[in-house]
């Protein structure tokens, strides 16, 4: 089969070239990378041109400049679409990959024509390249297995950024007339098709590690004081509230039961917003008891309790 790195870039000239590294040292060398920059302003496509003249990549990587700034999540789009094989990696600019990833990757799925889509697991490394360890992620278990992911553990924890996505490119070419105009991110909009269709799965292997630093487009952050933070929690559901509310639409293409329980995942997320803004424990205790830890986790549970009783809010 045939592979390719699809990267988009935007201002990333910081930390890219060691991402480009782990690309093209990668055991099985792609048959191409498409990287897609969106008009960056600090010399991040000047850096990858002279990347790739340096090492003499010109026949199999290419360096597309879009004319107009299209955002992240359609720049993405661009750069697979562009790519033209059978297997296609998501890349961002400032994580380092395994030099094994995706001979491991394309192994799998070679070996297993139902996957449309195919996720590993990920360690996480700071600015300067330090591994990192956080409660949140937990321990990468690399036992090889493969788990199917549904709809149902999507809406319970999201654990797949697109650097650690593989895709199929007839689920890409089935699904992107659909999805090219959504607000939702890529990785969240192939999740959910891939898992409405039963070809989600992730592979128990750690593959890349995810840099974490000021300028990530998703704002992430470990530190347990952080996420412990009650304004910055509320802002947290409000956005992941709305991709979900946006995933609803009409032009997805999900069918009637992931609506379903996205739609029941709607409801306690707004119930738990409402908790949390009134600091209500017995609202919070109401709500994890009668989900039963279906939809909502323990870990969840704590904090909440904990943003209720501590969380700082506002101005308090």
Same mark, same amino acid.
């Given at each position: 089969?045939?592979?390719?790195?699809? #990267?988009?870039?935007?201002?990333?000239?910081?930390?890219?070239?060691?991402?480009?590294?782990?690309?093209?040292?990668?055991?099985?060398?792609?048959?191409?990378?498409?990287?897609?920059?969106?008009?960056?302003? +600090?010399?991040?496509?000047?850096? @990858?041109?002279?990347?790739?003249?340096?090492?003499?990549?010109?026949?199999?990587?290419?360096?597309?400049?879009?004319?107009?700034?299209?955002? %992240?999540?359609?720049?993405?789009?661009?750069?697979?679409?562009?790519?033209?094989?059978?297997? *296609?990696?998501?890349? +961002?600019?400032?994580? #380092?990959?395994?030099?094994?990833?995706?001979?491991?990757?394309?192994?799998?799925?070679?070996?297993?024509?139902?996957?449309?889509?195919?996720?590993?697991? %990920?360690?996480?490394?700071? !600015?300067?390249?330090?591994?990192?360890?956080?409660?949140?992620?937990?321990?990468?278990?690399?036992?090889?297995?493969?788990?199917?992911?549904? #709809?149902?553990?999507?809406?319970?924890?999201?654990?797949?950024?697109?650097?650690?996505?593989?895709? &199929?490119?007839?689920?890409?070419?089935? #699904?992107?007339?659909?999805?090219?105009?959504?607000?939702?991110?890529? $990785?969240?909009?192939?999740?959910?098709? !891939?898992? +409405?269709? $039963?070809?989600?799965?992730? %592979?128990?292997?750690?593959?890349?590690?995810?840099? &974490?630093? +000021?300028?990530? @487009?998703?704002?992430?952050?470990?530190?347990?004081?952080?996420?412990? $933070?009650?304004?910055?929690?509320?802002?947290?559901?409000?956005?992941?509230?709305?991709?979900?509310?946006?995933?609803?639409?009409?032009?997805?293409? *999900?069918?009637?039961?992931?609506?379903?329980?996205?739609?029941?995942?709607?409801?306690?997320?707004?119930?738990?917003?409402?908790?949390?803004?009134?600091?209500?424990?017995?609202?919070?205790?109401?709500?994890?008891?009668?989900?039963?830890? @279906?939809?909502?986790?323990?870990?969840?549970?704590?904090?909440?309790?904990?943003? @209720?009783?501590?969380?700082?809010?506002?101005?308090?």
């Amino acid at each position: 089969m045939t592979t390719a790195v699809a #990267v988009a870039l935007y201002n990333g000239a910081r930390f890219l070239e060691t991402q480009l590294d782990s690309l093209r040292l990668q055991s099985r060398t792609p048959d191409r990378v498409v990287l897609c920059d969106d008009g960056s302003t +600090d010399g991040t496509a000047d850096l @990858v041109a002279a990347y790739i003249a340096k090492h003499g990549l010109g026949e199999t990587w290419e360096l597309s400049r879009n004319p107009e700034n299209l955002g %992240y999540i359609r720049n993405f789009y661009r750069a697979i679409s562009l790519c033209g094989t059978d297997l *296609i990696f998501l890349s +961002d600019q400032d994580d #380092v990959w395994k030099s094994d990833k995706i001979e491991k990757m394309t192994a799998v799925m070679e070996a297993n024509p139902h996957i449309s889509l195919l996720s590993c697991r %990920y360690g996480i490394i700071d !600015a300067a390249g330090e591994e990192q360890h956080s409660l949140v992620e937990g321990s990468a278990n690399e036992d090889g297995g493969l788990e199917p992911v549904t #709809v149902q553990t999507i809406m319970t924890a999201y654990r797949w950024p697109g650097m650690l996505m593989c895709l &199929r490119k007839e689920f890409f070419d089935g #699904v992107i007339s659909a999805i090219a105009d959504s607000p939702v991110p890529h $990785d969240l909009m192939f999740a959910a098709c !891939a898992a +409405d269709r $039963d070809s989600f799965y992730e %592979y128990h292997y750690l593959g890349a590690y995810h840099r &974490r630093h +000021d300028n990530n @487009v998703a704002k992430e952050e470990h530190r347990i004081f952080k996420l412990l $933070d009650l304004q910055r929690k509320l802002t947290d559901i409000a956005r992941t509230r709305k991709h979900w509310t946006d995933l609803l639409h009409e032009s997805t293409p *999900i069918g009637e039961s992931s609506r379903r329980i996205i739609a029941e995942r709607l409801a306690l997320h707004e119930k738990r917003e409402k908790a949390l803004r009134d600091r209500s424990l017995s609202q919070i205790l109401r709500l994890y008891r009668e989900d039963k830890g @279906v939809l909502l986790r323990k870990l969840s549970l704590v904090c909440d309790v904990w943003l @209720v009783c501590f969380g700082k809010y506002k101005n308090n």
